[in-house]
């Protein structure tokens, strides 16, 4: 067919087509003699309206708009993990390759590297029938991630050929499957995916294992679920980007996948720096063996961010497919919407709240639905956990994007200003975040660490509930007058909050802590809160107990026992008995 | 051939609307003929069929329908660069006015840039020795990095660049590689010719380019200024490899020239009549700083802006520091005081200096120095509004101590002279100094072996 489609209008990243004929909606088009990305977002009789994800410096009027005939889609395959994408999964390294240091328009790179050799095992021979999300054939993708090629979900038939174990290319053929049509189809070592669409599994699974991040004030106070949402809201400043990194590093996900969503190009090249030097202490292999990372900076094309979250969780759903566990973090959230606000702008919709578009609401519900954990069609089990930064507006949390985050996340871990400030990190306020996934997972708590974890947890918040009451007071008159037994709630709430919530990701043990060293910690610190109750109870003095120490020990407690030396915190415990049973003779 | 198009079909704000023109691209640079001569830059930014819509540098003052001669010049707007613009003074838009005459371009470059491949960045970590205590010891600043000064109309924001880039310069080890790129965006005369005044004073200004939109400068020409000035400073630092410390003021001025654009434009406004691209587009100027890979150079900036009525959750400041790597917050009660400078340190932050300092870079308890301060100041704050009702009598004595410890750090950390210069070996002994006028069980950021070493209590 001829193209006649051109360019009629321009502004800012929106172009629009005159009387175009045989575009979709959400085709992807390429625009231009660059051949720019863009994808069809408005079709009406007289004109069809595009978004180009690159800058549109130079297009003129009469320039041709090509359409690929499909939406929008990202290539999977093999070669994903390790890499680093922008938002509409174009390899930033082979950018780098073709244009230089600054990244110049159209570039025109292929996803996925084509002529690397994979060592493929075929899992099938010739008479099986498979059916769509089933597995054909593996190959290690990276020493510790082995790579499961499946049939693309919309197809199902009977292997009619397979190609020997051996060393092939992205591209190449290793089986063919005839469908019910018979018509045959060539497997190769990748499939397309439009991003805006959800890949499908078997059945959906509730959240009933936890996300292990090593990091106390999540795992104890807020845990999140395998497949569970979180949205980390915080102003400038309050360590979102460091919360998301320590998530990254540290929590037991298979496959990490962090997006970059009109973050600062200087903390990317952090994030790949640290990466590739960390080593992963389940696997002893570095943490980019694990790792995907989509870089879509502030300065790079708004429409482009606005699609790189999508095109992030369909890399995620395709690594839950293949059976692993996938830990998403969207950093930030709140500059995809202002994204989309943008776009709405240009295409001069009716506002909504602060100019978001009405949409906003369904479409981070669309977002975070994508999450979950689910019996996947390769066989086994997957997840995708979803975790999104937020940053409001003025530090504002009644802004509609946390507010509407609010509603589709079910853990919230509200970032604080004034703990940011005396530099309390993580600065997640215990008063004001939550986590719904309590009922699912004290079962597997119970399970595996006792009884007792989930006890702990419910004194541990509850002295700091207390705590804030009384703080009320103690800003009116002051401390002193406090009576001992609420002298002493506060006194432990404070090594609670010194010693337990905050943790120093810089410290070598305390980076990541195991959930049987937070659980020794907290019973040992209520331990030492029940034995100084029994002193006040017999009104010896506090300040007895308090010269003796044992609470600025307990404090460093977290610096002082290394990880996996459980024996130490007995001697804790003894220390304690001594001086307390001293104390009351 | 060159097509003149003759006159305009409408006028509105700084944008005219022309009709009927072919060939034209999007963000292309027109030359306006108005028929007394005199000739007006104008920039496409909107395309619709055969109408155009163009932003007009110098405003639309004595155009009328009729008297104007249009010519596509067929290229977006570009810089003219050269080694021998070091020293130049260039108007809002990159012209120079200081009479030297045309600068001879060894290359042009489009003022938009184009973005950093974020692989091709070097994560940086040098640090700049600015000689000032609150900035070395609490908010370092790092090479390659963007950090701004949030300040008031009224406080000390300018003597504080002048000063970072005086002492800067001295401490580097290759001094002769610094230069600097001083962009005004609608500030007075005076304040332009300050840092002018200033810079001949100590020594720099024969490495300094400025561009100077002042505040009767045309609006539009404002929106320019700064990516004329990053477009210098990218040049210099990528292909020249110089060490290149970008000041940016106001960038309220900037940013409220942007959104008087946008509503002549007709836009949909945003928080405050804001654009809603105002993100975006600030991200466009502050993520122009940074160090590549096989370059030797660097762009670091210091944007400075006012905040509107000292509040910090207004757009500008706001958006700002979602970009910009920490922020130099200062305080206008501090000032009142008579401290200088007057750095808020509590909401101040530099988000680099973690890997920029401790062994080997600046002492190796610098960070559990800086954690303490930062925390025990903290602490001070809430002795402090404690105090406010019941009476600083009525303390405990521990909060007393907190407070005479505020006193000191306010006095002896954060004020410092205007010509003083700090090693950061001063600065830190000194952090430790005040810090042990607490009790030792005080500072529970730091870690014992460090305590043993330095606290002196």
Not at chain 2, 131 to 140: E, N, V
Request: proline share 5%; aromatic share 8%; with cysteine.
């Amino acid at each position: 067919m001829e193209n006649n489609n051109v360019i009629y209008g321009i502004n800012g990243p929106v172009v629009t087509v005159k009387q175009a004929d045989c575009f979709e909606m959400m085709e992807m088009v390429h625009v231009g003699h660059q051949n720019l990305v863009g994808e069809v977002i408005a079709i009406t009789d007289d004109f069809t309206t595009i978004q180009v994800y690159e800058e549109t410096t130079g297009l003129k009027p009469g320039d041709p708009v090509t359409g690929t005939g499909a939406p929008m889609n990202v290539l999977l395959g093999p070669g994903i993990i390790d890499n680093i994408f922008d938002g509409i999964e174009r390899p930033l390294k082979a950018i780098e390759e073709q244009s230089g240091s600054f990244i110049n328009r159209g570039a025109a790179v292929s996803s996925l590297d084509e002529n690397k050799l994979w060592n493929v095992t075929i899992k099938v021979k010739v008479g099986d029938r498979l059916e769509g999300g089933q597995i054909y054939a593996t190959l290690p993708e990276t020493p510790i991630i082995e790579h499961r090629l499946m049939v693309h979900p919309e197809l199902s038939g009977v292997v009619t050929k397979v190609m020997p174990d051996g060393e092939y290319k992205l591209f190449d053929t290793v089986a063919v499957l005839k469908d019910d049509n018979g018509i045959e189809h060539n497997l190769t070592l990748c499939q397309k995916w439009p991003i805006r669409t959800s890949r499908p599994v078997k059945e959906r699974l509730a959240p009933s294992v936890p996300l292990i991040t090593g990091q106390r004030v999540i795992d104890t106070l807020f845990p999140i679920a395998k497949g569970g949402t979180a949205a980390i809201p915080g102003g400038f400043g309050t360590g979102k980007t460091m919360t998301q990194h320590q998530l990254a590093k540290w929590c037991d996900a298979d496959i990490i996948i962090y997006v970059g969503c009109g973050e600062r190009g200087n903390e990317m090249s952090q994030v790949l720096e640290e990466f590739s030097e960390l080593i992963d202490p389940k696997s002893q292999r570095p943490m980019t063996d694990r790792t995907v990372l989509i870089a879509n900076t502030s300065n790079m094309p708004v429409a482009a961010r606005e699609a790189s979250i999508y095109t992030g969780i369909t890399l995620g759903e395709y690594y839950r497919d293949m059976g692993y566990h996938v830990a998403m973090m969207a950093d930030s959230t709140s500059r995809w919407a202002e994204a989309l606000r943008e776009i709405s702008g240009r295409l001069e919709e009716m506002p909504a709240e602060e100019g978001f578009p009405a949409y906003l609401p369904s479409r981070l519900a669309e977002f975070y639905e994508r999450g979950g954990r689910a019996d996947v069609l390769s066989g086994g089990e997957g997840s995708v956990t979803l975790i999104g930064a937020v940053s409001p507006q003025g530090s504002d949390f009644s802004e509609p994007v946390t507010q509407n985050t609010k509603r589709f996340t079910r853990c919230f871990w509200a970032l604080d200003k004034s703990l940011a400030y005396s530099r309390h990190y993580p600065a997640i306020n215990w008063m004001e975040s939550y986590s719904e996934y309590f009922n699912d997972l004290d079962p597997w708590f119970k399970d595996n660490l006792g009884e007792d974890f989930v006890k702990y947890r419910s004194e541990i918040s509850a002295l700091l509930q207390e705590e804030s009451s009384l703080m009320e007071i103690v800003k009116l008159i002051g401390s002193d007058v406090l009576p001992d037994d609420q002298k002493l709630v506060i006194e432990t709430a404070r090594v609670i909050r010194v010693g337990f919530l905050q943790q120093n990701a810089f410290h070598a043990d305390d980076t990541f802590v195991p959930l049987e060293k937070q659980k020794l910690m907290m019973k040992t610190i209520l331990h030492l809160h029940k034995r100084t109750k029994e002193i006040v109870a017999n009104e010896i003095p506090l300040s007895k107990v308090i010269k003796l120490g044992l609470f600025d020990k307990l404090t460093k407690m977290k610096y002082d026992i290394p990880n996996g030396k459980p024996e130490i915190f007995d001697d804790y415990i003894k220390e304690i008995d001594e001086n307390i049973d001293s104390l009351l003779k | 051939m060159i097509i003149n198009y003759v006159g305009v079909k409408e006028i509105n704000g700084s944008l005219i609307v022309m009709d009927g023109v072919k060939g034209v691209s999007n963000e292309e640079i027109v030359d306006i003929r108005l028929d007394n001569g005199t000739t007006r830059q104008g920039r496409v930014v909107q395309i619709e069929g055969e109408r155009i819509v163009v932003q007009v540098f110098e405003g639309t003052k004595r155009i009328s329908l009729k008297n104007t001669k249009t010519v596509l010049t067929g290229h977006p707007m570009e810089m003219p660069l050269a080694p021998e613009i070091i020293g130049r003074v260039l108007d809002g838009a990159g012209r120079p006015i200081d009479g030297l005459g045309d600068i001879f371009p060894v290359k042009r470059a489009n003022i938009n840039g184009t973005p950093i491949n974020p692989v091709s960045r070097v994560y940086p970590k040098n640090y700049i020795n600015t000689g000032i205590s609150t900035i070395d010891i609490l908010m370092t600043l790092i090479r390659g990095q963007k950090l701004p000064i949030f300040s008031g109309t009224g406080m000390r924001h300018n003597d504080l660049a002048v000063q970072i880039v005086r002492q800067a310069k001295i401490s580097g080890a290759d001094s002769s590689n610094f230069g600097v790129v001083f962009a005004a965006m609608g500030v007075q005369k005076d304040v332009a010719e300050y840092f002018r005044k200033s810079f001949e004073e100590s020594g720099v200004l024969s490495r300094v380019v400025m561009l100077l939109n002042l505040s009767n400068d045309p609006i539009i020409e404002r929106t320019l200024t700064p990516r004329c000035a990053l477009t210098i400073a990218e040049y210099l630092a990528f292909e020249l490899d110089m060490h290149i410390l970008v000041i940016m003021t106001d960038m309220t001025s900037y940013a409220e020239a942007l959104r008087e654009f946008s509503s002549s434009k007709g836009e949909i406004p945003g928080r405050k009549g804001y654009p809603g691209y105002l993100y975006s587009d600030l991200a466009s100027l502050y993520e122009r700083a940074g160090m590549i890979k096989g370059h030797s150079g660097s762009v670091t900036q210091i944007p400075i802006l006012t905040m509107p009525n000292d509040d910090i959750t207004h757009p500008i400041p706001d958006l700002t520091g979602y970009i910009t790597e920490g922020q130099i917050v200062l305080d206008r009660s501090l000032q009142g005081q008579g401290l200088y400078p007057p750095v808020s340190v509590l909401p101040s932050l530099s988000r680099l200096m973690k890997d920029g300092i401790g062994k080997g870079y600046t002492r190796g308890d610098h960070q559990s120095l800086a954690n303490q301060l930062f925390a025990s100041y903290a602490k001070v704050i809430d002795a402090r509004s404690l105090a406010s009702v019941i009476g600083e009598e009525e303390l405990s004595p521990v909060d007393k101590k907190y407070i005479e410890f505020g006193r000191l750090f306010e006095s002896r950390f954060v004020n410092q002279g205007f010509n003083e210069n700090r090693s950061i070996e001063q600065s830190l002994d000194l952090g430790w100094e005040l810090l042990s006028t607490l009790p030792r069980g005080e500072l529970d950021r730091v870690d014992d072996a460090i305590l043993d070493k330095y606290y002196k209590g």
